[in-house]
Nanobody
Framework: QVQLVESGGGLVQTGGSLKLSCTAS????????MGWFRQAPGMERELVGC?????NSNYAVKGRFAISRDNTKNTLFLQMNSLRPDDTAVYYC????????????????????WGQGTQVTVSS
């Protein structure tokens, strides 16, 4: 099993930047493909970005966001730039044990482990 804790959320003005972190503990972090999702009130949880175990393959829904990982520090990152009010949501990191090092997963149902979320609020 792996435990995930997000940090770095907060209040930012439109056009600003935030960098979220997700620290993992438990089983080896490099065994897991990772993802960032977000959920706004009354909305479905949606993919923000995902990354393979090795970090060599990744996908971000929005060009303003970048996902990365540091397996030596058991940490996943989400750099968010040019933030807008519609980016306001609770952001979650998630993990799935992945047999193929270069694979990432876009569907939330693929993920077995979730953090508690961190709130990001973008003011206009």
């Amino acid at each position: 099993q792996v435990q995930l804790v997000e940090s770095g959320g907060g209040l930012v003005q439109t056009g600003g930047s935030l960098k979220l972190s997700c620290t993992a503990s438990g089983r080896s972090f490099s065994d897991y493909a990772m993802g960032w999702f977000r959920q706004a009130p009354g909305m479905e949880r949606e993919l923000v970005g995902c990354i393979s175990r090795s970090g060599n393959s990744n996908y971000a829904v929005k060009g303003r966001f970048a996902i990365s990982r540091d397996n030596t520090k058991n940490t996943l990152f989400l750099q968010m730039n040019s933030l807008r009010p519609d980016d306001t949501a609770v952001y979650y990191c998630a993990a799935v044990a992945a047999g193929i090092s270069g694979r990432y997963y876009v569907e939330p149902l693929a993920y077995n482990y979730w953090g508690q979320g961190t709130q990001v609020t973008v003011s206009s």
